[in-house]
């Protein structure tokens, strides 16, 4: 596992410009492979446009107790870039505006952010019923003060999705961390004592696989069943549904993909698995990602990428619902990413 | 010419093989696909078995490919080697167990 964020080691890839420039040229630049655009346009999909907006996603830090080693973020407890009350008191004023039910709570680690709980509680009175938490499990134990993480998330009635690279010590430990495995069987137990995750409870408890490689997720649904055996037999874990999701090619697993010289293999990977119906369902068109410091984004890909959207609105003071709807969606071949096999959405593929 | 048998590139093109021969490549890839089918066995299984065979045959476009195959269905480092060693064993028992066949052959010739 890495151990800095490539911010910290100075890397060239942490310039979001060098990752574009990867992306667009080589493979891509010679015609071998498709530009995602020209891939979209094959099935009259492009421009890929923002439908009504559904799911407000807010990245509320980039601070992380984890450096996992595909991390699109490049999150880690190196990066300081953490969301201030004053842009979470914006974000609550469009809440209170805006036809999006559900609020998307990530980071880094969400909960590192010392005013996680207090935006939680306004945004529960501004209206939001729908909170989903993308919590890496281990933060849960990282630390007492989050010790009763589990009782807060209930009292909210929070969706709590988190990372499971695989049911075995090896390869998650490899992923995410020394560590990591045993932290995290130990936080799902805890869920599942205050009852996230058991059978017929309304308390939502997901896990999202993602490869720990240069390789594409298997069949989710087999998959599923592997992952809830294993955790059952061995753990006596229960959870709801599983999302394998693609890694994308940006951030840290590109920087990983250059490195093992896996770079062009998987980008062929992605093309060949490449599925036109998964486009109408990726996440940016019915997401808006605001970032740390409240640019919008179309998700949280172009936010790391610094992609910003393609509207005359570019921060969260001055939304506009309106003006944001049926706007371009900005695209490159990371893209590529979401359309893969049965597409990558933490929302969209309900097995 | 390229100076190696096996270049890994070609694996992408083995689809190719319908050109020649359309009607036979075709019911060909469309037997294979369903061989892999989830079935009595589980993809998963088969996927095994076929990293197996690939070893049993030294063929390194099937290595290459369901080592890969393997991996994205969360197959253990720990099941495949596994596996290998099924093919091994099967393998070298298959050489051995000739060996009963020599044994008749020198007792029926020596005195
Ligand atoms: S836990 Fe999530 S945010 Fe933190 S380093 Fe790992 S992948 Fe990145
Ligand atoms: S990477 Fe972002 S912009 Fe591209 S398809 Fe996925 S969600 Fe949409």
Redesign the interface.
């Known amino acids: 596992m890495a151990t800095k964020s490539l911010h910290k080691r100075e890397s060239n890839l942490a310039n979001s410009n060098k990752q574009l420039e990867i992306l667009s040229n080589g493979i891509f630049q010679s015609g071998e492979l498709p530009t995602f655009k020209n891939k979209i346009a094959e099935t009259n999909q492009f421009p890929l446009k923002a439908k009504k907006l559904e799911v407000l996603q807010i990245n509320v830090g980039y601070m992380c107790n984890q450096v996992c080693e595909h991390c699109h973020v490049d999150a880690g407890p190196d990066r300081k870039e953490i969301m201030t009350r004053e842009t979470m008191l914006q974000c609550l004023e469009v809440i209170k505006n805006t036809g999006a039910h559900t609020l998307d709570l990530t980071g880094g680690a969400p909960e590192m952010n010392p005013d996680f709980r207090w935006f939680v509680e306004e945004a529960a009175k501004a209206g939001i019923k729908d909170f989903i938490v993308r919590s890496n499990l281990t933060i849960i134990r990282a630390n007492k003060k989050y010790h009763d993480l589990p009782e807060f998330f209930k009292k909210f009635n929070i969706h709590v999705v988190s990372s499971m690279p695989h049911w075995t010590r090896g390869k998650t430990d490899k992923q995410r961390g020394d560590g990591v495995f045993d932290k995290s069987i130990k936080a799902l137990q805890e869920l599942n004592e205050v009852g996230y995750g058991m059978p017929n409870s309304n308390l939502r408890l997901d896990l999202v696989y993602n490869p720990s490689g240069a390789f594409l997720p298997g069949d989710q649904t087999s998959m599923q069943k592997d992952f809830k055996k294993a955790l059952k037999d061995d753990f006596d874990i229960e959870f709801h549904n599983l999302f394998a999701i693609t890694n994308l090619p940006i951030s840290r697993f590109l920087d990983y993909l250059i490195a093992s010289e896996n770079y062009e293999d998987y980008m062929y990977a992605l093309v060949e698995a490449y599925n036109p119906v998964a486009v109408s369902n990726v996440m940016c068109t019915n997401t808006i990602s605001v970032s740390w410091d409240g640019y919008l984004y179309d998700c949280d890909f172009n936010q790391m990428l610094e992609l910003p959207v393609n509207s005359k609105i570019k921060h969260i003071s001055n939304y506009n619902e309106e003006l944001l709807e049926g706007r371009d969606i900005v695209i490159s071949q990371h893209c590529y990413g979401c359309t893969a096999g049965a597409g990558s959405s933490c929302q969209g593929v309900v097995a | 010419m390229q100076k190696t048998y096996y270049d890994p590139a070609d694996l992408?093109k083995f689809g190719k093989i319908s050109d020649w021969n359309k009607e036979l490549g075709d019911k060909f890839f469309e037997y294979y696909g369903k061989v892999f089918e989830?079935g009595a066995l589980?993809?998963?299984e088969k996927s095994l078995i076929a990293l197996a065979v690939a070893h049993a045959i030294q063929c390194p476009y099937c290595i290459d490919a369901y080592s890969?195959d393997g991996?994205?269905?969360?197959i253990?480092?720990e099941e495949m080697m596994e596996a290998l060693h099924v093919a091994a064993a099967i393998r070298g028992g298959a050489s051995l167990v000739h060996g009963v066949q020599m044994m008749n052959k020198v007792n029926k010739l020596e005195m």
């Open positions: 992408k989830e589980s993809a998963r890969g991996l994205q269905r969360g253990t480092k």
